[in-house]
């Protein structure tokens, strides 16, 4: 476990500040939004929900998917969310389902059997208790990896846009801002949270992008990881121009 949560609550003007402002340009949450916060109680989504609690805009929920997987690792993770949710007087749901299992079921890898589980779960609980948004902690490396990912892939412009702000009801406020700048925010707190240990891991696709590609990437240039993310809103905007400009002349594109 990284840091300590101390009682004393340190601002950072400008983070929230940048916070605030993507979301609102983004059009990600509204005054009457209920987010939902998916937080596992690693950095990044122990980040998102300090930021939220900050701004306190929102009523926010919070969604923990056990996916019992790492024995007494996940078990601690779970522990943390909870205490965090039973300090800040929050409303709490967990799910614990045999990952391993499930996904040998259904034929699929576990990766993608995790995701599956994951998002099944959140869209359900949108439906049963009316959030409005499912909110995650997906950052600027993050969406680096994943245009990285799908250019190994094969891909054309859609595939440039990687992961969206918005995606129906999946929201990403934290996609602008890089991993410097959580770990910055997590710090200067004194904010606790957890790693975990299948991320160090290069058997995922993704952690092989994150561990071995990308720091090459970073050291030809520093600002790799943001110009990537442009990259991706750029090709986000050709994508939406072109599709609209298609709409005009053949008619509504399903």
Known sequence: MHAESGNKKRRSPLILRALSAYIEQEKLLSETSRPLLAVS????SIALLSLF???NKWSIAVAHFNFLVRGEEAERDQRLVEQICKNEKLVLHIQRTEAKKWSKDHKCSLEEGCRVLRYDYFNALCEKYGYTEVVTAHHAEDQAET???????GCGIEGLRAMRPRNGNLVRP???FNREEIETWLS???????????????DFARNYIRHKVLPHLVEVNPKAVRHIYALSRYADQVYETLRDESETL???IK
């Not at 957890?194 to 290069?202: G, I, P, Y």
């Open 174 to 176: 934290l996609l602008s």
């Open 41 to 44: 109680g690693g950095r990044d």
């Open 53 to 55: 609690l900050h701004l």
């Open 188 to 202: 200067e707190n004194k904010i606790a949270y957890v790693d975990d240990s299948s991320n160090r891991s290069d």
């Open 147 to 153: 245009l990285l990912f799908h250019i190994t892939r």
């Open 250 to 252: 053949f008619g509504l």
